[in-house]
């Protein structure tokens, strides 16, 4: 199985910046998609954004023109940098990733989230 690490959360006020980071346990030889979650008290798990192989990019609505996601396929990481952050952004952040084991099958894991609270 293959563990993700979040590291970056933390406090900060409105209009500032994080950046989030995702790196595996251990090197995976071929990941498909990566992205970013977040889940919000009382409120469902919701897409941020995500980056496949090809680095192709797509944002949730409230976060674009904001955030950015970006991935180093050698490192098996994958980062969000949040610009310009709202209360709103505050949430558990977590990191998913898919990827084939040796035996051909996909699979998918969740890191353990990061928490991000904007507030003045």
């Known amino acids: 199985q293959v563990q993700l690490v979040e590291s970056g959360g933390g406090l900060v006020q409105p209009g500032g910046s994080l950046r989030l980071s995702c790196a595996a346990s251990?090197?995976?030889?071929?990941?498909?998609?990566m992205g970013w979650y977040r889940q919000a008290p009382g409120k469902q798990r919701e897409l941020v954004a995500t980056?496949?192989?090809?680095?192709?990019?797509t944002y949730a609505d409230s976060v674009k023109g904001r955030f950015t996601i970006s991935r180093d396929n050698a490192k098996n990481t994958v980062d969000l940098q949040m610009n310009t952050l709202k209360p709103d952004d505050t949430a558990v952040y977590y990191c998913?990733?898919?990827?084939?084991?040796?035996?051909?099958?996909?699979?998918?894991?969740w890191g353990q989230g990061t928490q991000v609270t904007v507030s003045s």
């Open positions: 998913n990733v898919n990827w084939w084991t040796a035996s051909g099958w996909l699979q998918n894991s």
């Open positions: 251990r090197s995976i030889s071929r990941v498909e998609g």
């Open positions: 980056i496949n192989s090809g680095g192709l990019t």
